[in-house]
């Protein structure tokens, strides 16, 4: 699993500051992995927009990647007390992982979803989510900026 921290926010270390980026398998490929349908930016250029995001709406970011489910639920669990939030890109167990669904609605925090790529305009199978449900809000199709789009929601709906 790779997980990196970010500095500490004005918000505190009760969590209440903090932003957990979830990303699962395969994303660490990102940059060479099918750039004609996920870009060419990698994993850590995504890492560096949830810092400098996150940073601007008075946040501090977690970020953990991994291609194995268990240690993404670890992680999601780890954040209930130290996060207030969480976004997440479950990429292949958005179709399979009950798992993921089930540490996301245990923690109980706000949740966004997002899929750099338009998954309801690719393969049938991709049109399914077990985490959509749980989640405030799906951002599919806008590349990397949905990730600055759910830490901005996510940062709107923590403050108000």
Do not use: K, W
Not at 101 to 120: M, T
Not at 124 to 135: C, D, G, N, T, W
Request: aromatic share 4%.
């Amino acid at each position: 699993m790779s997980a990196e921290t970010s500095t500490p926010s004005e918000h505190g270390a009760s969590g209440t500051g903090r932003l957990l980026i979830v990303n699962g398998p395969n994303l660490n490929l990102l940059g060479t992995r099918e750039p004609g349908i996920y870009g060419s930016e990698t994993l850590e250029d995504i890492h560096e927009l949830c810092r400098s995001t996150a940073a601007r709406q008075g946040f501090a970011v977690d970020v953990v990647q991994s291609n194995h489910e268990g240690e993404l639920v670890d992680a999601i669990q780890a954040a209930r007390g130290t996060a207030a939030g969480i976004v997440i890109n479950p990429a292949a167990y958005t179709h399979t992982s009950v798992a993921i669904a089930d540490a996301l609605r245990a923690v109980a925090l706000p949740v966004v979803e997002v899929h750099l790529s338009n998954v309801h305009s690719r393969e049938e199978f991709r049109r399914h989510s077990f985490v959509s449900p749980l989640a405030q809000a799906v951002i599919a199709g806008a590349g990397v900026a949905g990730y600055r789009f759910a830490i901005e929601l996510l940062a709107d709906t923590l403050r108000s």
